[in-house]
């Protein structure tokens, strides 16, 4: 029985200077260099468990132009400096952080091939130790699905869609407006005012209707007076 003792005392004290030794000699803490082999198995046994359960979760809304552009809204506000933009070279953030942040858009594939319940797992929950913060507290779960779902379709977006990713704020949805412009009579003369989203992204731009349509009757006085002289 004191052999039986014996043993299991030295085993857990060969068991803990292992360890001791391990953190202070062999764990590395730069971020320069790859993890070690009981590292990575470590880290992608522990993520492969916490995420057991929601992998196949289903994303609730459906994959439209609406969703993807508010997903594209949260991406650019939230993710770009780390999982960086369409065909541009990872930041100086992203490129000294470890472990390396995966760059979600084109040209790579992303996470494309991934359920996108694990997607919105990984955004929601975020990931300890590896710079990958949790938007539990920051993002409504309706965000959380569309930046999930345009992560999903990354390979496979509109235009409109890549254009939001580009320019951002930038980007003027209002060109595409569906109303028809009214039409305002000066001195004999039809003006066309900007619908409502076009105004808007006029104002966006810095620039006012009202300047809009004054510079626009002016242009069509001169044409009147041009005819008229002739």
Same mark, same amino acid.
């Given at each position: 029985?004191?052999?039986?003792?014996?043993?299991?005392?030295?085993?857990?004290?060969?068991?803990?200077?292992?360890?001791?030794?391990? %953190?202070?000699?062999?764990? *590395?803490? $730069?971020?320069?260099? =790859?993890?070690? !082999?009981?590292?990575?198995? #470590?880290?992608?046994?522990?993520?492969?468990?916490?995420?057991?359960?929601?992998?196949?979760?289903?994303?609730?809304?459906?994959?439209?132009?609406?969703?993807?552009?508010?997903?594209?809204?949260?991406?650019?506000?939230?993710?770009?400096?780390?999982?960086? %933009?369409?065909?541009?070279? *990872?930041? $100086?953030?992203?490129? =000294?952080?470890? !472990?390396?942040?995966?760059? #979600?858009?084109?040209?790579?594939?992303?996470?494309?091939?991934?359920?996108?319940?694990?997607?919105?797992?990984?955004?929601?929950?975020?990931?300890?130790?590896?710079?990958?913060?949790?938007?539990?507290?920051?993002?409504?779960?309706?965000?959380?699905?569309?930046?999930?779902?345009?992560?999903?379709? $990354?390979?496979?977006?509109?235009?409109?869609?890549?254009?939001?990713?580009?320019?951002?704020?930038?980007?003027?949805?209002?060109?595409?407006?569906?109303?028809?412009?009214?039409?305002?009579?000066?001195?004999?003369?039809?003006?066309?005012?900007?619908?409502?989203?076009?105004?808007?992204?006029?104002?966006?731009?810095?620039?006012?209707?009202?300047?809009?349509?004054?510079?626009?009757?002016?242009?069509?006085?001169?044409?009147?007076?041009?005819?008229?002289?002739?």
């Amino acid at each position: 029985m004191r052999n039986l003792l014996l043993g299991v005392v030295i085993g857990v004290v060969v068991v803990l200077l292992g360890a001791y030794l391990f %953190l202070t000699r062999g764990m *590395p803490v $730069a971020t320069k260099g =790859g993890p070690p !082999p009981l590292e990575r198995f #470590l880290a992608s046994t522990a993520l492969h468990h916490a995420m057991k359960g929601e992998v196949d979760t289903p994303a609730p809304t459906a994959p439209d132009e609406a969703n993807l552009l508010a997903g594209a809204k949260v991406y650019r506000a939230q993710c770009e400096v780390c999982h960086g %933009l369409p065909h541009q070279p *990872p930041s $100086a953030i992203a490129s =000294g952080m470890f !472990p390396r942040p995966p760059q #979600l858009l084109m040209p790579g594939k992303g996470v494309t091939d991934d359920p996108v319940g694990e997607t919105h797992w990984k955004v929601k929950n975020g990931i300890r130790l590896s710079g990958m913060p949790g938007f539990a507290d920051a993002l409504s779960d309706a965000e959380m699905w569309q930046v999930s779902l345009l992560l999903l379709k $990354a390979d496979q977006l509109r235009s409109s869609v890549r254009r939001r990713l580009v320019n951002g704020a930038k980007t003027c949805d209002c060109l595409e407006s569906e109303a028809p412009a009214p039409r305002v009579v000066a001195s004999g003369c039809q003006a066309v005012l900007p619908a409502g989203s076009v105004a808007e992204g006029l104002r966006s731009r810095g620039l006012r209707v009202s300047t809009l349509l004054q510079v626009r009757l002016s242009s069509c006085r001169r044409i009147q007076n041009t005819t008229t002289a002739k």
